[in-house]
């Protein structure tokens, strides 16, 4: 008892800090799930934790691991005179126990209750796993549970699965049919229009032959149509897409080849520039106290510069530290058609990992057709900004992912590695990033 109220009196009263800063942990008592965790922070002077001496980079910013063996860790900081005490707790989640598949004796049906819900291929809420995004309304014939999802029938021995807080019970339907579709040619898309009598689960597969499909129709028939895309636009790669109900008709919109000026391959290219994070979403705080949110509006705007010199048509999702929800910067992209979007940030770690052994570029996609732009930009990141190459990561990010355009989020240098910290902090650094991109926009657009 003694040494609780010791530890809490420490905790309450004993954290002078001058000289020193730490970022993370984010407040002097933390659970932490896993095995360690990290102090983050910079110091003038130097720094022990636990009595043991802190390596500090040049700019003072250091990130140090600790390893956590009880449920309740004791840390104290020192730096000159200041000193602070943290408690950290190991909280390591229980394995909650397998569950099993439970099988309906009839079929039940539901319907969607809200836009962009996820239909998977497997009953795990992971990122990757979505077959398609359905909209509100699109009815789902299901015969079984498992977990915390249904298993919606596709076609004959065809499931995919949906998460339940996704649908509402409803009385059996029609079976859906399709009745056919319209073609509609113009300068901008290949548009097709299906007319069907009602909304059923769909997928649609990039490829150079683009498949649509349309699950669950009339006596569990799946209807699929291949779309010779590479061949219909001259060999030329996919550069977006869109499918939507609009009432029972569903539109498939593939975007046409763009008229590239060779001498100035950008040049009114509709680009989305996102700094990621800003207002009361800071995003992760660097060694050296620096934001996130204010680390990617700096590169935003030069980006913007770079790209408007280019001729380049930008779109900024926010000019200054202002809070922007991520539909918002989704409904942006999707709403000026824009042919591009570019989403920026600082990475960090999680607790278990070391940064000062982890640094460098990444970039993540969600659709294969915008990987080779991804791994052309990475490259000459990598290459100009002599930062380490983290490769061209497919991931389920909501603003890459619900955005029709070639869209990438671009880790631009971690945080919390004290040297990649350093450059970020450093303008010079963030221009050269942009000049990187729009460099690498410029190569992909040039080979079009
Ligand atoms: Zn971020």
Redesign the pocket.
């Known amino acids: 008892m003694k040494k609780v109220v010791l530890l809490l009196c420490l905790l309450l009263f004993g954290n002078v800090c001058d000289g020193f800063d730490i970022v993370y942990p984010k407040s002097p008592i933390v659970n932490v799930a896993a095995n360690s965790t990290f102090f983050i922070g910079s110091s003038m002077e130097p720094l022990k934790i636990n009595g043991k001496d802190v390596p500090l980079h040049p700019t003072g910013a250091f990130a140090y691991v600790v390893s956590l063996p009880e449920d309740k860790n004791v840390f104290t900081v020192e730096s000159g005179s200041g000193k602070k005490v943290y408690l950290i707790r190991k909280i390591i989640p229980k394995y909650s126990g397998g569950s099993t598949f439970i099988p309906y004796p009839q079929t039940r049906f539901y319907t969607v209750t809200k836009d962009i819900s996820p239909l998977r291929s497997s009953p795990i809420d992971d990122g990757i796993n979505r077959m398609a995004h359905l909209q509100k309304g699109v009815n789902l014939s299901v015969d079984g549970e498992y977990s915390g999802f249904y298993r919606v029938i596709l076609g004959k021995e065809q499931y995919g699965w949906i998460g339940k807080s996704y649908v509402k019970p409803i009385k059996q339907t029609d079976s859906v049919e399709l009745k056919g579709y319209d073609y509609i040619d113009n300068d901008e898309y290949f548009t097709f229009v299906f007319h069907l009598t009602g909304m059923v689960p769909f997928e649609m597969v990039e490829g150079d032959v683009f498949l649509m499909k349309f699950y669950n129709l009339k006596d569990d028939d799946i209807y699929e149509m291949n779309f010779p895309v590479k061949e219909a636009s001259g060999g030329k790669k996919l550069i977006g897409y869109s499918g939507e109900y609009q009432g029972n008709d569903f539109v498939l919109k593939i975007r046409k080849p763009l008229k590239i000026k060779r001498k100035c391959p950008l040049k009114n290219i509709k680009i989305v520039v996102d700094a990621?994070?800003g207002g009361q979403e800071e995003?992760?705080t660097g060694c050296l106290g620096d934001k996130?949110k204010d680390i990617?509006l700096s590169l935003a705007k030069y980006l913007e510069t770079e790209l408007k010199n280019r001729g380049a048509n930008v779109i900024m999702t926010r000019e200054s530290d202002i809070y922007v929800g991520l539909q918002q910067r989704v409904d942006i992209t999707n709403d000026n058609d824009a042919v591009v979007f570019i989403s920026l940030?600082?990475n960090a770690l999680p607790d278990g990992s070391d940064p000062n052994k982890i640094s460098g570029t990444g970039i993540y996609y969600y659709y294969p057709q915008t990987k080779p732009l991804a791994d052309v930009i990475l490259n000459t990141m990598a290459q100009k900004l002599g930062t380490k190459n983290r490769g061209a990561i497919q991931a389920s990010f909501a603003v890459v992912r619900n955005t029709n355009a070639l869209s990438l989020l671009i880790e631009t240098a971690y945080m919390i590695n004290p040297d990649d910290n350093a450059k970020l902090v450093s303008p010079e650094f963030r221009r050269n990033c942009a000049k990187a991109i729009a460099d690498g926009l410029d190569k992909y657009f040039s080979s079009l």
Do not use: L, P, W
Request: charged content about 10%; hydrophobic content about 0%.
């Open positions: 990621g994070h995003g992760t996130e990617t940030h600082g």
